[in-house]
């Protein structure tokens, strides 16, 4: 039953993908605000519970509902984690500014893929080389990739193992957003939560991601260049500083690049390459991403961008023959995984 929710929550997705401004993501912003303000008092103890409010509270209740529904039978259960599944899957959120930069670049239009470069991910693009743009759809692309499908899916069959239907996936995406929307709400100057708030948020997501983000990078390995895969995976794991936010996504990111022939790190071609652009005047952050074309309506993906490395990079020209390789490796991983769920589930059945 998992395997046709994922295939049917997928298919909707690409026929119809979620609008930006819909009412789940609205009513989850507004419960991340309200979270934040009203249930931490500005006191750093209190964080865990407003966290608890935003993340494990909506997990309980999708656990609960699908709990009801397989009581009544599988029909009604398989049709809420396919619905829920569509809410957090979003692999047309980031596929298709992928494809209008690679056919701008693929018509030698480079102004016109800085600019859609810079209306996805909101970063400083007016003086990037080529190879530039080239790094910073890679990098963005594989990091939307884990944090929207992979991820998501390994979460999921995990909350499906242990009979909780599409709790994982909820628990996953909840994290991962809250730990991003508050930490940027803390650097506008939002006064009304508690500082260390943010930080509680992404210890929790680095907690939760762990396991999603090793599977990740090793379904990578396996659809891609394995042996330069495995040796920067080692390569980030020695690593003091890295690009991505966390460790995990640095495993993920370092990979990823593996996988298409690519060393770990990566030489950075500007040192404004990675610089955010300002939030559009009397607009926060949700309503700048919106506007930027962000992942959905609470906004975060516009601003949580990956920090300049420290270590000692790699140095490469980053081509189109790596964009088109990294395509390729998503659509034979989410095919590796696909398969890989079918077998399971034929096997349970049959057995």
Not at 321 to 331: E, K
């Amino acid at each position: 039953m998992a395997f046709f929710a994922i295939v049917c929550a997928l298919l909707i997705e690409q026929v119809y993908p979620l609008p930006l401004h819909n009412p789940v993501y609205h009513l989850y912003r507004q419960l991340a605000d309200w979270a934040a303000r009203n249930l931490t008092a500005g006191k750093p103890g209190q964080g865990w519970l407003a966290w608890a409010a935003a993340v494990v509270l909506p997990t309980v209740l999708v656990a609960v509902a699908y709990l009801g529904f397989e009581s009544v039978g599988w029909l009604p259960a398989w049709l809420w984690s396919a619905a829920v599944l569509f809410v957090t899957l979003g692999f047309r959120q980031f596929s298709h500014h992928i494809t209008g930069i690679r056919d701008a670049l693929d018509v030698g239009d480079e102004i016109r893929a800085r600019q859609l470069l810079a209306e996805w991910k909101s970063v400083e693009t007016a003086h990037l080389p080529r190879s530039g743009i080239m790094r910073q759809v890679i990098e963005h692309a594989v990091l939307d990739a884990h944090r929207h499908v992979f991820g998501v899916l390994v979460a999921f069959l995990i909350g499906a193992a242990l009979g909780l239907g599409p709790a994982g996936a909820v628990l996953f995406r909840a994290s991962e957003y809250v730990a991003r929307y508050w930490r940027e709400q803390r650097k506008l100057g939002d006064g009304q939560m508690a500082d260390t708030l943010p930080d509680q948020a992404q210890a929790a997501w680095n907690w939760i991601n762990w396991i999603p983000a090793r599977a990740t990078a090793a379904s990578f390995a396996v659809a891609g260049n394995f042996e330069q895969a495995v040796d920067n995976w080692r390569q980030a794991a020695s690593t003091p500083g890295t690009i991505a936010s966390t460790d995990a996504e640095a495993v993920v990111l370092a990979s990823a690049m593996g996988a298409v022939d690519l060393p770990w790190p990566l030489a950075l071609d500007n040192q404004q390459d990675l610089a955010r652009l300002p939030a559009p005047a009397g607009r926060g952050p949700a309503e700048a991403a919106d506007a930027a074309g962000g992942v959905s309506e609470t906004g975060v993906e516009a601003y949580a961008e990956p920090e300049v490395t420290q270590a000692a990079p790699a140095t490469i020209t980053v081509g189109m023959q790596h964009l088109q390789l990294l395509v390729g490796l998503v659509w034979r991983a989410i095919l590796m995984w696909g398969g890989l769920i079918a077998l399971v589930g034929f096997t349970s059945w049959i057995s």
